[in-house]
């Protein structure tokens, strides 16, 4: 292949083939790889997300219903409380004395309720007196004023509904006033109505611990931070775990309306939770999305190590498939460029069995028809200034007799012949449209002023005169037509149509007409002569159709087949001559022809 420098650039680069080859391997190569990866990538991050969240979501349920559990054991020893005599009567007690009478009955109530959840931290009996019973602590007389308790829960009147207060301390305790419990609360009655109180059940905060600790969120190991369970009540308290360092008390405060949530060193979590309806309490998972999404990091890299070095070697093939199409279609582009130059001895080398190499095959055999066609319109040319000398040198001869012809007509003008005259004028100003140009094409009007011409030559002859009309309008005789064929089909009238039936009482009569179909133009030359009997009509219409060229240039036929004959040759097989005959009525010659606006052809 010869090098590409110095071809012409007949397109820029992002139009070429090159460019476009390169680009749709590209699309088809390195689209779907992306694509592919990203799609994985995203299905796995999406498939791992929502699997996390139904796990999560699974154990949250779960322990919802611990709770829901625990709950119900609490509501069971208020239900028990709310039924017991003893309860009942210290509940309606005003006296001292009985109060302190009411404390062996009361423990021995307390002790079977106690046995229900044996974990709590102390059971507290209010009456409306302000006298106090406990069960599993000592009190400190000089803090058990419950009523005035900030955490203690305003109930409805005449309401059994019970409440889990926030965390708060204990400063009714002797022993554990600064620990922190939370405490189910709820009004109990005696059994006449008329009194009521409060039934305070207090619990550590590591209760919650002893229900989750078989739970996979719940395990909150110091320094493993990824995964843990919160437990907050509805004012954002946290209950469970204790303390676990890393997010601030203000965030835990909407953690049923979050879905991340950022620790004290910046690290984001993800969050799904659930909401206890029956106690209140908020149960929450957190996740550390760079530990949760470490599985999918490794596969997106792994798609990356996957993906990147696909591309690259998808980009080579494109490229080298690129060229290698792209480079023989220049290759051929360049030869042409050449032969549009003139230069026809390039041809193309390239050894290829494809399409290409038929191309090439296509471009070397069009070359040397090209070849063959420039030395034949050369030898062509050559003849063609040949022919045009030897009819300049003919032009004499008719030269001659044109002036001999009005030398004759001076002296007919001399001796007063006038028809003699006249004819002799008439012959002249035909001979002399004959020689006086070379153009194949004149106007219609031309055309008919030769017809004119000739008919005027044979009303001398003839001892009676030819009758004539040409009745076309001046649209059609300002258009073009070939030179001579209305005069050869005049002239075949006369000799052959009017000629046999001339005398001096008949001489004949013959119409021209024309008018327009669409582009068509149609001139009609009609003689009222002896006409054709079917055998000579069907003989010139096979002639016309099939044999006027050939009997034209070798069977020295002029006349109509001759006008045939140039008529194709000028504008193609659609246009032509048409006759129509019958014995004793003569012929009618239609002409078609294309409507021409100027000499198109010359």
Same mark, same amino acid.
């Given at each position: 292949?010869?090098?590409?420098?110095?071809?012409?650039?007949?397109?820029?680069?992002?139009?070429s083939?090159?460019?476009?080859?390169?680009?749709?391997?590209?699309?088809?190569?390195?689209?779907?790889?992306?694509? =592919?990866?990203?799609?994985?990538?995203?299905?796995?991050?999406d498939?791992?997300?929502?699997?996390?969240?139904?796990? =999560?979501?699974?154990?949250?349920?779960?322990?919802?219903?611990?709770?829901?559990?625990?709950?119900?054991?609490?509501?069971?020893?208020?239900?028990?409380?709310?039924?017991?005599?003893?309860?009942?009567?210290?509940?309606?007690?005003?006296?001292?004395?009985?109060?302190?009478?009411?404390?062996?009955?009361?423990?021995?109530?307390?002790t079977?309720?106690?046995?229900?959840?044996?974990?709590?931290?102390?059971?507290?009996?209010?009456?409306?007196?302000?006298?106090?019973?406990?069960?599993?602590?000592?009190?400190?007389?000089e803090?058990?004023?419950?009523?005035?308790?900030?955490?203690?829960?305003?109930?409805?009147?005449?309401?059994?509904?019970?409440?889990?207060?926030?965390?708060?301390d204990?400063?009714?305790?002797?022993?554990?006033?600064?620990?922190?419990?939370?405490?189910?609360?709820?009004?109990?009655?005696?059994?006449?109505?008329?009194?009521?109180?409060?039934?305070?059940?207090?619990?550590?905060?590591?209760?919650?611990?002893?229900?989750?600790?078989?739970s996979?969120?719940?395990?909150?190991?110091?320094?493993?931070?990824?995964?843990?369970?919160?437990?907050t009540?509805?004012?954002?308290?946290?209950?469970?775990?204790?303390?676990?360092?890393?997010?601030?008390?203000?965030?835990?405060?909407?953690?049923?309306?979050a879905?991340?949530?950022?620790?004290?060193?910046g690290?984001?979590?993800?969050?799904?939770?659930?909401?206890?309806?029956?106690?209140?309490?908020?149960?929450?998972?957190?996740?550390?999305?760079?530990?949760?999404?470490?599985?999918?990091?490794?596969?997106?890299?792994?798609?990356?190590?996957?993906?990147?070095?696909? @591309?690259?070697?998808?980009?080579?093939?494109?490229?080298?498939?690129?060229?290698?199409?792209?480079?023989?279609?220049?290759?051929?582009?360049?030869?042409?460029?050449?032969?549009?130059?003139?230069?026809?001895?390039?041809?193309?080398?390239?050894?290829?069995?494809?399409?290409?190499?038929q191309?090439?095959?296509?471009?070397?055999?069009?070359?040397?028809?090209?070849?063959?066609?420039?030395?034949?319109?050369y030898?062509?040319?050559?003849?063609?200034?040949?022919?045009?000398?030897?009819?300049?040198?003919?032009?004499?001869?008719?030269?001659?007799?044109?002036?001999?012809?009005?030398?004759?007509?001076?002296?007919?003008?001399?001796?007063?012949?006038?028809?003699?005259?006249?004819?002799?004028?008439?012959?002249?100003?035909?001979?002399? =449209?004959?020689?006086?140009?070379?153009?194949?094409?004149?106007?219609?009007?031309?055309?008919?002023?030769?017809?004119?011409?000739?008919?005027e030559?044979?009303?001398?002859?003839?001892?009676?005169?030819?009758?004539?009309?040409?009745?076309?309008?001046?649209?059609?005789?300002?258009?073009?037509?070939?030179?001579?064929?209305?005069?050869?089909?005049?002239?075949?009238?006369?000799?052959?149509?009017?000629?046999?039936?001339?005398?001096?009482?008949?001489?004949?009569?013959?119409?021209?007409?024309?008018?327009?179909?669409q582009?068509?133009?149609?001139?009609?030359?009609?003689?009222?002569?002896?006409?054709?009997?079917?055998?000579?009509?069907k003989?010139?219409r096979?002639?016309?159709?099939?044999?006027?060229?050939?009997?034209?240039?070798?069977?020295?036929?002029?006349?109509?087949?001759?006008?045939?004959?140039?008529?194709?040759?000028?504008?193609?097989?659609?246009?032509?001559?048409?006759?129509?005959?019958?014995?004793?009525?003569?012929?009618?010659?239609? @002409?078609?022809?294309?409507?021409?606006?100027?000499?198109?052809?010359?």
């Amino acid at each position: 292949m010869e090098p590409l420098k110095g071809r012409p650039a007949a397109v820029t680069f992002i139009h070429s083939i090159f460019f476009k080859l390169l680009i749709c391997f590209l699309l088809l190569s390195i689209v779907p790889l992306t694509l =592919a990866g990203l799609l994985t990538y995203s299905n796995v991050s999406d498939l791992l997300t929502r699997k996390l969240d139904k796990d =999560a979501s699974s154990v949250l349920d779960q322990h919802s219903k611990v709770l829901t559990f625990y709950l119900n054991d609490l509501i069971r020893m208020g239900e028990i409380s709310n039924t017991s005599p003893a309860v009942s009567d210290f509940l309606k007690n005003k006296d001292y004395d009985n109060y302190l009478r009411s404390f062996l009955p009361l423990d021995q109530v307390f002790t079977g309720i106690h046995v229900i959840r044996p974990e709590n931290a102390g059971i507290t009996l209010v009456n409306e007196q302000g006298y106090v019973y406990t069960y599993g602590y000592s009190l400190n007389r000089e803090h058990s004023g419950f009523y005035h308790f900030n955490w203690i829960p305003q109930l409805p009147p005449l309401s059994i509904e019970h409440r889990l207060t926030p965390l708060h301390d204990r400063p009714y305790s002797n022993q554990e006033a600064q620990e922190q419990v939370f405490s189910y609360v709820q009004q109990v009655f005696s059994r006449d109505l008329k009194a009521k109180g409060l039934l305070i059940i207090d619990f550590k905060r590591d209760v919650l611990a002893s229900l989750f600790q078989s739970s996979s969120l719940s395990h909150n190991v110091p320094g493993e931070t990824e995964i843990g369970l919160l437990i907050t009540n509805s004012s954002g308290q946290l209950l469970y775990p204790q303390d676990t360092g890393l997010f601030r008390p203000e965030e835990l405060k909407n953690l049923n309306m979050a879905e991340r949530i950022t620790d004290l060193n910046g690290d984001v979590y993800r969050l799904v939770t659930r909401t206890n309806d029956e106690t209140g309490l908020i149960l929450t998972g957190y996740f550390q999305e760079d530990k949760l999404y470490e599985p999918i990091h490794r596969i997106r890299n792994s798609v990356y190590w996957i993906i990147l070095p696909s @591309i690259a070697f998808c980009l080579l093939v494109s490229f080298y498939l690129s060229h290698r199409i792209s480079g023989p279609i220049r290759y051929l582009q360049y030869l042409m460029g050449k032969v549009g130059r003139g230069e026809f001895y390039s041809l193309f080398k390239l050894k290829r069995k494809d399409e290409i190499g038929q191309l090439g095959l296509g471009f070397n055999h069009m070359v040397e028809k090209i070849k063959e066609l420039i030395q034949l319109v050369y030898e062509e040319q050559s003849k063609k200034r040949d022919a045009e000398v030897t009819a300049l040198q003919s032009q004499i001869n008719p030269h001659f007799l044109y002036n001999t012809l009005e030398s004759i007509n001076s002296l007919a003008r001399k001796r007063k012949e006038p028809q003699i005259s006249k004819m002799i004028v008439l012959l002249g100003k035909l001979l002399r =449209a004959s020689i006086s140009t070379f153009d194949t094409m004149i106007p219609i009007w031309r055309e008919l002023e030769y017809a004119a011409c000739y008919l005027e030559l044979h009303q001398i002859r003839l001892k009676k005169p030819i009758q004539y009309s040409i009745d076309i309008d001046e649209e059609i005789r300002s258009l073009f037509t070939v030179k001579w064929i209305i005069q050869p089909i005049v002239e075949n009238a006369v000799l052959h149509g009017l000629d046999p039936i001339a005398s001096e009482e008949v001489s004949g009569r013959i119409e021209i007409k024309g008018w327009l179909e669409q582009d068509a133009v149609y001139l009609q030359v009609r003689d009222y002569g002896v006409g054709l009997d079917k055998a000579a009509l069907k003989e010139l219409r096979h002639n016309l159709e099939y044999h006027s060229e050939n009997l034209t240039k070798y069977g020295q036929k002029v006349g109509i087949l001759n006008v045939q004959s140039r008529i194709r040759l000028h504008f193609g097989e659609t246009y032509g001559l048409s006759v129509d005959s019958a014995p004793q009525q003569g012929m009618n010659v239609t @002409i078609k022809l294309p409507r021409r606006f100027g000499n198109e052809n010359n």
